[in-house]
């Protein structure tokens, strides 16, 4: 009797939340190297006052400087603090009990992105060569249930995201870097011309450009599941010029928020749709100079942090968390958030409840 009890109750417990669940399609959007130091805290006073990182301190201090810290973030990440603190939740401010961790010890972006989209920290990707991922991520799982075939994509600023997502397995559409873009909308014809002739300063194609293909992507095919990766965070944090690392992330949170607004207009997505913004690692903080740095020698470089917004997402704004949540729950709580249950191909990995509950 008694296990006839617990049956019942758990198919009572997933009725109701199949009765309640009003996530239809999922937006996800990576800062690559963002620390968890500048989006709990905004921008560092003794990075921005440091002349080998900050070329113009007065200028960066008067728009992203303020003595308290809730200040400076406000400042630095808007649509963060303005929109998804208010109406969402935030994972990772270490300073106020709420950590998230890379589950492998590389602590470097392929190891990273692995983790975010399979659940599986594999020792086995442990470089950031062009080679073909053979572990499933949760896209291609979501790619073949059914309403969802052909309707995932990927916009990438860097090239090595084909083989992340393997593209030739999984069947995912990933543009990345200067892949051509073979549309007939007005709008991608101009940013396939604008990204072959900008002087890429970084070696790739500009966030910018990245977010408009996206975006635009978005508004024309109407996918029912988009990921869009930035990449200058990292760029720049690795050249030490913090001012355009500082500057790059506040205009990716701008291109958020301008994300969001596109999809709270459009009735396809409107109130149905589940953003979660995330950073494939952290960076160095302990010693200062390492902050541009990240991999296995530096103990920071494994913080890192979520946010979310969407209509199964309570608004608690920071959310402390009673144990540490790790970067492969991403991938079965995205597929969670749709009402799948996703099992990595290795390992075990439980999905972050308290997001959709």
Do not use: C
Request: aromatic share 12%; hydrophobic share 40%.
């Amino acid at each position: 009797m008694k296990i006839f009890f617990l049956f019942l109750f758990v198919i009572s417990a997933s009725v109701s939340f199949a009765q309640q669940h009003k996530t239809e399609n999922l937006i996800v959007v990576t800062l690559d190297g963002m620390r968890w130091q500048e989006v709990f805290g905004g921008a560092d006073p003794v990075l921005m006052k440091d002349k080998r990182f900050t070329h113009d301190s007065g200028t960066v201090a008067a728009l992203f400087g303020s003595e308290e810290r809730t200040e400076r973030r406000r400042k630095l990440f808007p649509f963060l603090w303005g929109t998804v603190a208010v109406r969402g939740q935030l994972y990772g401010d270490r300073l106020s009990g709420s950590e998230v961790n890379n589950a492998n010890p590389y602590k470097f972006s392929y190891p990273g992105y692995n983790e975010i989209f399979t659940g599986y920290p594999d020792s086995g990707v442990n470089s950031n060569d062009k080679i073909k991922n053979p572990n499933t991520n949760v896209l291609e799982f979501i790619g073949k249930q059914k309403g969802y075939q052909g309707r995932i994509a990927a916009f990438t600023t860097w090239d090595v995201f084909p083989y992340i997502l393997n593209r030739w397995r999984s069947g995912i559409y990933v543009n990345s870097d200067v892949d051509t873009l073979k549309f007939n909308t007005p709008a991608l014809k101009l940013i396939n011309d604008m990204q072959f002739l900008e002087a890429k300063p970084i070696d790739v194609r500009l966030d910018l450009l990245t977010y408009f293909a996206g975006r635009e992507y978005l508004k024309a095919y109407k996918p029912r599941v988009l990921y869009i990766a930035f990449d200058e965070t990292d760029d720049f944090a690795h050249e030490g010029a913090y001012d355009q690392y500082l500057k790059s992330a506040h205009a990716e949170d701008g291109m958020i928020g301008d994300l969001w607004n596109t999809i709270q207009s459009m009735p396809e997505y409107r109130n149905k749709t589940t953003l979660i913004i995330t950073s494939d690692h952290g960076r160095g903080d302990q010693i200062k100079e390492q902050w541009t740095d990240h991999g296995e020698r530096i103990l920071d470089a494994g913080h890192i942090w979520i946010a979310v917004l969407g209509p199964d997402t309570k608004a608690e704004g920071l959310v402390k968390t009673p144990a540490p949540l790790y970067q492969k729950q991403i991938a079965p709580t995205l597929a969670a958030l749709l009402g799948f249950h996703f099992i990595p191909d290795h390992g075990t990995s439980g999905p972050i409840q308290s997001i959709y509950h």
